[in-house]
């Protein structure tokens, strides 16, 4: 019974491992792709990292030194420019207002009579400029949320493998064993014979 045991749970360990190959086999391909997605769209956009005089407000620069000059191709890139170039910028230029926010004011300030045309002029510009910042934003952290699932698809493709490999040696470990164990003895039917 425990030779048909050990060889149970063995060849259970063995199509684990099969399944995660497979798993790790899929997620290296899905990883790969995203990768490779983002890479393309990005340098579709032929987006260059500021730098220099571009980059020197302390609210910038930590952030966006390490990529100054350079082309954006992927997430992290993406994410630094989104939150810490476009969103300063954005910030700067409506004292922290959002785009809806600024929509709001400017419907206001258009349907009152008499309004000042020139500052409905200003407001409907930077209006514009907030929405244009806020759907490039979305766009860039669009990529940086589809890099990040790939890194992660990435790094459960690692631990799929190691699970495989791990399930694969203690499977045929288990099935080695159970390949040396003596098979049960039988019980004896000796006879016992009179002398007399």
């Given at each position: ?15 684990m491992a099969m399944v995660l190959?497979?798993?790790?086999g899929l997620l290296t391909w ?25 980059i020197e407000d302390p609210l ?137």
């Amino acid at each position: 019974m425990r030779k048909v045991l050990d060889k149970l749970i063995s060849w259970t360990g063995l199509i684990m491992a099969m399944v995660l190959l497979v798993a790790g086999g899929l997620l290296t391909w899905a990883s790969n792709f995203v990768a490779d997605n983002v890479r393309s769209q990005l340098l579709e956009q032929k987006i260059t990292m500021p730098a220099g005089a571009a980059i020197e407000d302390p609210l910038i620069k930590p952030y966006l030194a390490e990529f100054a000059g350079q082309k954006m191709e992927n997430g992290d890139q993406a994410k630094a420019y989104a939150d810490h170039y476009i969103l300063v910028h954005m910030d700067k230029a409506a004292a922290g207002k959002t785009y809806a926010e600024v929509s709001s004011e400017y419907n206001k300030l258009k349907a009152t009579p008499g309004a000042d045309q020139d500052q409905v002029a200003k407001l409907g510009e930077l209006r514009m400029s907030q929405f244009m910042g806020s759907t490039l934003r979305g766009l860039l952290l669009n990529a940086y949320a589809f890099g990040t699932m790939g890194k992660i698809a990435g790094y459960a493709a690692i631990a799929s493998f190691a699970g495989a490999a791990l399930m694969l040696i203690l499977g045929l470990l288990g099935l080695r064993h159970a390949a040396g164990q003596p098979a049960p003895a039988q019980p004896s039917t000796r006879e016992s014979v009179s002398v007399g």
